[in-house]
């Protein structure tokens, strides 16, 4: 957080891995060292004040990890629209 200047944002990690499967995150399994034997992929949140999930993108590899410049930068752009969540067909 202090290297990426987040001092809006809260950041969460270190998660079980029960907790990991209740929020959909990937799980996969170590597959060499120093890996442990089982962790997340990664995961973006984006939760409303009053507990709703806003946004979700969930990796299943640790590649294509978006730049937190243009996560803040899509945040600003959709909250300055009052742009709703999609997906609720």
């Keep these: 957080?202090?290297?990426?200047?987040?001092?809006?944002?809260?950041?969460?990690?270190?998660?079980?891995?029960?907790?990991?499967?209740?929020?959909?995150?990937?799980?996969?399994?170590?597959?060499?060292?120093?890996?442990?034997?089982?962790f997340g992929e990664p995961g973006i949140f984006l939760i409303r004040p009053d507990g709703t999930i806003y946004m979700a993108a969930l990796n299943s590899m640790p590649?294509?990890?978006?730049?937190?410049?243009?996560?803040?930068?899509?945040?600003?752009f959709f909250t300055d629209r009052s742009y709703p969540p999609r997906g609720e067909a």
Aim: net charge negative.
């Design 1 to 38: 957080m202090a290297d990426w200047k987040l001092t809006r944002l809260r950041v969460a990690y270190g998660q079980d891995v029960a907790s990991m499967r209740e929020w959909g995150l990937f799980v996969s399994k170590g597959i060499k060292d120093p890996e442990p034997d089982a």
């Design 63 to 76: 590649a294509a990890r978006p730049r937190i410049d243009d996560v803040v930068q899509a945040i600003e």
